[in-house]
C-alpha cells in the first residue's frame, strides 16, 4: 500500500499536524511506501504537480492519503492524479463524500442515528425548529464548533439557533453551506473536557470492507465508561458495522454512543483517511489495514 502525506517538519504543530506526523512515521516504521506532497496547491499548482516525483506504478496499486479534510475539489484532483499514476486511493471521490459529508450519509442512516434537517440559510431555522424542537444540536455539513464549547453547538430557542447558524455559514472548511440541526440526544458521560462540553461514552471503529480493524474510546485521559463489556463490545462493533453496509464505502471511521437509557446509537461518519485516531493505536491500527488491504 502507498501512502500519501500531507505532514510537515514544523516545529508548532496543530494536533492534527501532530497527528498526520506520527500517522505517517508508522508508516514509514512498518515499511509502507511514503510520498509527500504539500497541504495545498499554492506553490505547486496542481495535482499533478503535486505529485510529480511518484513513479509510475505498472500495476494498480492501492494508496491512502493521510492529511487534513480536503475541499472535494482536492480531493477529486489528488484521487486522479494519483490514479493517473496507477495508485488508486482506498475511496473514490464519491465515497469519500458520501462518507464525509453529514447530508450525504445522514439519508442512508435512518433509524440509527439522530433525527436531523439540513438547512441552508437562516430563514429555515424556524421550519427545522418546528420539526424538532428545542434544544439542538447545530454543526456544519463537516465539522461541529464544539472545541469551542457546549453553547457553540446547542441551540435553546430559535435566537440561538439563528445566531449559530450565521455564525456556521460564514465557515466555509466546516459547513460548505449546509448546516447540519440535530435533535438533541443525552449521552452517558463522566467528565467535562476543559471547554465544558460532556464527554459523552462515544468509541470511534475505523472498518475497512465493512470489517472492523480498530476501536477505541473517543476521549483522551482516563474514563471507568471507556471500558466495554463482552456484550457492549458486540453491540457498538455490530452497530458500525451495520453503517458501514448501508454506507458502502470501503474505508470509515463510526462513531458510536450510549444515551443515558442505555441503547447505542451512531453520532457521526468520517472518511477513514482523515480521522481522528483518538485512543487508537497508530502502529495497530496500520497493520491491520495492511493486512486487509493486500
Known amino acids: 500500500m502507498i501512502v500519501i502525506s500531507e505532514a510537515t517538519e514544523q516545529t508548532e504543530l496543530s494536533t492534527s499536524a501532530k497527528e498526520n506526523k506520527l500517522m505517517t512515521e508508522t508508516a514509514q516504521l512498518l515499511g509502507f511506501k511514503v510520498y509527500y506532497i504539500p497541504p495545498d496547491f499554492q506553490d505547486c499548482g496542481t495535482a499533478e504537480n503535486a505529485l510529480w516525483h511518484i513513479p509510475q506504478y505498472a500495476e494498480e496499486t492501492q494508496g491512502i492519503l493521510v492529511g487534513y479534510i480536503p475541499e472535494l475539489e482536492r480531493y477529486q484532483a489528488i484521487y486522479q492524479a494519483a490514479l493517473d499514476k496507477g495508485i ?74 439563528t445566531e449559530l447558524t450565521a455564525k456556521l455559514l460564514k465557515l466555509k472548511y466546516a459547513a460548505r453551506d449546509r448546516i447540519i440541526v440535530r435533535k438533541l440526544v443525552n449521552l452517558r458521560y463522566q467528565r467535562f473536557a476543559n471547554n465544558g462540553f460532556p464527554m459523552g461514552r462515544e468509541f470511534r471503529c475505523f472498518i475497512y470492507n465493512h470489517q472492523i480493524l480498530k476501536y477505541g474510546y473517543y476521549w483522551d485521559g482516563k474514563d471507568d465508561l471507556s471500558k466495554l463489556s463482552t456484550a457492549e463490545e458486540e453491540q457498538v462493533l455490530n452497530l458500525a458495522i451495520l453503517a458501514s453496509q448501508r454506507l458502502q464505502v470501503p474505508y470509515i471511521a463510526v462513531d458510536i454512543g450510549q444515551l443515558e437509557s442505555g441503547e447505542w446509537i451512531v453520532i457521526e461518519i468520517g472518511d477513514g483517511q482523515f480521522s481522528g485516531l483518538s485512543q487508537i493505536s497508530p502502529l495497530e491500527l496500520w497493520n491491520k489495514l495492511g493486512e486487509r488491504v493486500q
Open 88 to 161: 488508486k486511493l482506498l475511496n473514490n471521490p464519491l465515497e469519500h463524500q458520501i462518507a464525509q459529508e453529514f447530508d450525504m450519509f445522514y439519508p442512508l442512516l435512518q433509524g440509527l442515528t439522530p433525527e436531523s434537517v439540513i438547512i441552508t440559510s437562516t430563514d429555515e431555522c424556524i421550519k427545522a425548529s418546528e420539526l424538532l424542537g428545542f434544544p439542538v444540536f447545530v454543526k456544519g455539513a463537516i465539522q461541529s464548533r464544539k472545541q469551542q464549547g457546549w453553547k457553540s453547538c446547542v441551540a435553546n430557542n430559535l435566537e440561538e439557533l
